[in-house]
């Protein structure tokens, strides 16, 4: 082989060489997911993510490969998190929502590979790094469509020591210590392979320890109120579905039916005094998929179920509006008194609830008729049954952080989350959504009802603690205590604003390196220069990570 082609050979190698890191990378965060207790494997994840995007600081990559790097790393991340989208339509929604969300962890690695241009110190470097993943977690949690949150680094963190910052800034601030801890460790690795400096170290480190610091120093603050102002009963009742194979309409009626008897079932045994009687009980999501408000019998169903129990039923029913259109709601159902107080679902799911551009893709999936024709509805998330003000966030509500923000500032003193994950099967997808609801419960220390049709139904504690839980696909019902709150946390309190911050501050750095690279501050000298031929032509210099 000649001189030449050993030359030409050597850029792709080293390519191929570091997109195997890359993707590495994103497996780590997808291992660092429930149903897994390995949240540790996330700042490792975003560690060796940055040293990647950091050319393991030889300062060689161009943003066309941070970007490149960053997609690779994102498809290892989201392909392996997503499956239970496919489960029943098959593997090419599932695969195309994943490239399209991992487009913004290739955005967060050309950003990454822009800040790290700036002469600053590595510590400085880790820090807008990390500011940068905050960044492209708002863009995922915004856009398109209203935004897909799914896979937001907080929610992999209900086992983890950081999870006390959500009470201080929210899921956005909890997901900025996952990142700069894992930056902070990039840096590190870098100062101890390469400088070598006591001096050099002490940056660094305190970076990678800091939101550990802040978490560990947090806990009292989500133990304080731990009693509440008062204590009331609640049942979430489990009445699972039938197996695949019943035709739709009888298919509903059989939902209904299950959580009727599974609802006389926790009346036979309060009257038998095996059971405490509840204040309230919940239902999940499409616990009625026939329309109560328009159907005698199913209201009939609903009502006396109410009565047994003696206790007012949150009933999980999609309603049929006037233009045919339908809302996915909460209602509360008070035995006799029938229907009172509900909650319209705000935020709908595309591609489920409703699909846009239903012409277009029609042409890609047969599932296309299938979607839904709902709408959003409107309020403030809160409905009062018995006196008692309850925070909705009916399934896929949960992923956004402003719904149940506004709900509890607007007096819920309990979060409860109905939820139908029974098209997803027996996947991941429900212990996914479970550790969601395990960080709103710190975020706003509430504690949180989780009522599914089919599994994991859960009680939750304010500190994030499942204090019952069920099995999928098994009727159950979960009777405890729960405790009441009017005070609310820092992170109700402040909103949005250290996702506003953190984004600005991002913004304020990337913006910052484009002048100056401009400027021809950050360029490198051509003679260090190495081609990175697969993502790019040629390398130019970037700073420190």
Known sequence: MSGDDRTSRRPLTATLRDCVPAVASGLLLFASFPPRPLWFLAPLGV?????VLADYGRRGRTLRAGFGYGYLAGLGFLVPLLPWIGEYVGPLPWLALSAAEAVFIGLFGLGAVLVARLRAPRWVGALAIAAVWSLTEWLRSTLPFGGFPWGRLAFGQPEGWLLPLAALGGAPLLSFGVALTGTGLAAVAYVV???????ALIGPVVVACAASV?????????????????????????GSVPRLGLEFNAQRRAVLDNHVRRTYQLADDIAAGREPQPDLVVWPENAS?????????????????????????????????????TTNSVIVWDGANGPGERHDKRIIQPFGEYLPYRDFFRHFSSYADQAGNF?????????????IPVGIATCYEVAFDRALTQSVRDGAQLIAVPTNNATFGDTEMTYQQLAMSRVRAVEHRRDVVVA?????????????????????FEPAALVSQVS????????????????????LGAAVA????????????????????????????????????
């Open 47 to 51: 560690a060796l993510l940055t040293a």
């Open 452 to 472: 599914a049709t089919s599994g994991v139904s859960a009680i939750i504690a304010a500190d994030g603690a499942v204090e019952q839980q069920t099995a999928l």
């Open 289 to 325: 998929d026939i329309d109560p408000l328009r159907n005698a019998d199913a209201a009939e169903e609903i009502t006396a179920a109410s009565e047994a129990v003696g206790a007012p039923i949150l009933v999980g029913a999609v309603l049929v509006n006037a233009d045919r259109t």
């Open 375 to 387: 709408v959003p509805g409107h309020g403030n998330g809160v409905v009062t049954a018995d006196g």
């Open 484 to 503: 009441l709150r009017t005070g609310t946390t820092l992170a109700t309190r402040l909103g949005p604003i250290p996702e506003v911050l953190l984004c």
């Open 214 to 238: 802040v978490a560990l120093a947090t806990v009292p603050y989500v133990h304080a109120d731990a009693d509440g102002d008062r204590t009331i009963t609640v049942a979430a009742i489990q």
């Open 510 to 545: 990337l913006v910052f390196a484009a002048v100056r690279g401009r400027r021809g501050d950050g360029s490198a000298s051509t003679t260090t220069q190495r081609t990175d031929s697969a993502v790019e032509d040629a390398h130019e210099a970037p700073g420190s990570p």
């Open 193 to 199: 392979a390469r400088d070598r400096s006591l001096r």
